[in-house]
């Protein structure tokens, strides 16, 4: 990446103001057929998903109950993980957007539901629905280019603890779950006094009492439960937690991070239009082809252009308009990114790679080689001091 | 030598362990959000029952057989029972009169749906509903009941489908009253429901019933009342129907001195009145404003010092969202209306919705 507004080549620059407002047209009048034809199969859709996570999970914690038992062990965690990964994504994500608030029933509704997630999901709704999805890709304002702890764009700025960010990014990635709740406490915002201390203190408080539970849960209840098979079943949760982070963070990688998703400069986005704030989203997100088992899994995040279009819109609905949005891109001239997951995530991880060094490192390193004149002068060159990027990012 | 056999506090005891327990597994949902998967009618649970029957009365009216949840609690004839039925994905309150017997053998219950012109939930339930339904409930409310005493003398007035919560009370009380007269209005002589029972019984000498056909007959006015029950003034009287009957009933009763002799039902709720604006009452801080059809209520709020949640402000995070108790509001960006009556459980998103007529928010 690179912020749209700096590239030699602006993939917008052939769009003019009234092309954008003709595109925020079309895109409203798909969202309004889908929200006009949401119905009975929704609604059956949702129950049905909701309905097999529960059974799996119950089923599985069963299954674990005999954990001493390698099949059983097996069993009980591979019917665990994907109970999880479930709830987290095709359930609790989607639900926590609203999407299924029409139903009008209190217990699938974005104001009551809890997921199973060390981050209480009024935080979350905040710093996900409230703030990604608002500032979507803007540096600056969008947290989620590196959570605070990554550099995922050549325009924010670099420094030497990000030399270590494929580290750091694999720890997140393992311990997903609380890295969510961190992030989702603003840290580092708290501390540079940032953030209301009453607030933090309170959110603090929050936080650990659902991981109490959480782990009450998992790492002690559970395995009690078992009896002889205590242990294994206390390993068998923390494997299934684990695979549920690693997914999650695979999928939440691919949606803005492969290569040939935009970013966008602060200022860009004063006084956006509703077609502008549309482009946008179009522009900062990318897609994860494959199958539907797949996009199950994913919670309908491949279709992570299509979601931050309608963020409320049911995600069963997302593959249907997939095919029109795509009809659109290339109509107005821009590139749909889209690819399979083990390319997409791929790609991720080589930026995450590639800007753990400053910029032009390559270059800047053979130049200051050859013309190399002591310690100082290399580290200079090497820019390990302020490159001379003007946008600051907040962490 | 021998331990008392145990006694209730123990087992108590032990439920409040095996519930803690429970509760400690099911976080961050509760026990419920898993056995409601298998026993959604079980004692404790939300009220729900389940559609055993769908039987047909006329061309348009249906009776519901409902196996109630094990919460239920058995109800007074004349009394209603708000249903809530998910009708195309959507969750949508409707009360109706009970007509069952009050402890039928099996334990179920039924209300008698008609189906109105555009109604959503009567059509459902007359046409589509079928038995393995499972629908909400609340337990059974109001007061058009027939007094403990029962009176001497009883006149009942109904049209259409306002023969229900009376229908109730005559299966069970006919026994039990001495002189009773039904004058039942309907469009014609097939569309009066539960026709073949009420002919019987007053085949049977039971009752009384005056039938009028509007197609032959004409409306049931209140000279035609008088000349067919001239001792109306001294019977217990109980009305139901259209609203124009009840109120030209009300004020007949009412100008000759008996309006405690006159208990009426009445179906319809306030028609809501759309427009473009309104009242927009916060009911819990008392707060009231007026608020044109532009105007966001997320901003009518906040300038009247009511303390709004809120988050994008364009509509995408979901972070206004209050219940809407009553009233009309307008979606901003694509016109749609959402409307609520107390009971309906409707929640808005404030940031992106103007008044579209009076509304009260609950904040």
Known sequence: MTALQKKQHNPIAHLTDADIEELGRELDAIREEIIVSRGENDAAYIRKIIDVQRKLEIASRGVLLFSLFPPAWIAGTTGLSISKILE??????NVMHGQWDWMRDPKIHSTSWEWDNASPSDMWKHS?????????????????????IMRVDEDQRWHPFYLAQPLWNFLNACLFEYGIAAYDLEIGKYAKGRKDKALFKAQTKAVFAKIK????????????????????????????NLIRNLWTHSVIMCGHFPEGVETFEKSSIEGETRGEWYLRQMLGAANISGSDAMHLMTGNLSFQIEHHLYPDLPSNRYKEISPRIQELFERYGLTYAVGPLPQQLGSAWKKVFRLSLPNDFRRKASAAVVASAGPSAIARKVGLTSSPVPERVAA | MTAPAPTLPVLGRLRERVGRLAELVATPLVPADYVDLVDPLRSGADLRGRVVEVVPETRDAATIVIRPGRGWKPHTPGQYVRVGVDVDGVRQWRAYSLTSEHARPDGCVAVTVKAIPDGKVSNYLVRRARPGLVVQLDQAAGDFVLPAVRPSKVLFVTAGSGITPVMGMIRNAVDELDDVVLVHSAPTADDVIFAAELRALAADGRIRLVEKHTDVDGMLGLDDLAGLVPDLAERQTWACGPAGLLDLLEAHWAERGLADRMHTERFRPTVLVTGEGGAVSFSRTGTVVEADGATPLLDAGEEAGVLMPSGCRMGICFGCVVPLRSGAVRDLRDGHVTTAVEGDGVRIQTCISAAAGACDIEL
């Not at chain 1, 996900?128 to 605070?148: C, K, S």
């Open chain 1, 88 to 93: 987290n994504m095709e359930i609790g994500h």
């Open chain 1, 128 to 148: 996900h629905n409230q703030i990604h999805h608002t500032f979507t890709n803007v540096l600056g304002r969008d947290n989620d280019l590196g959570y605070g």
């Open chain 1, 213 to 240: 539970k959480q782990a009450t849960r998992d790492y002690l209840v559970h395995p009690l439960l078992s009896g002889p098979s205590a242990v294994p079943t206390l390993a068998a949760n923390a494997t299934a």
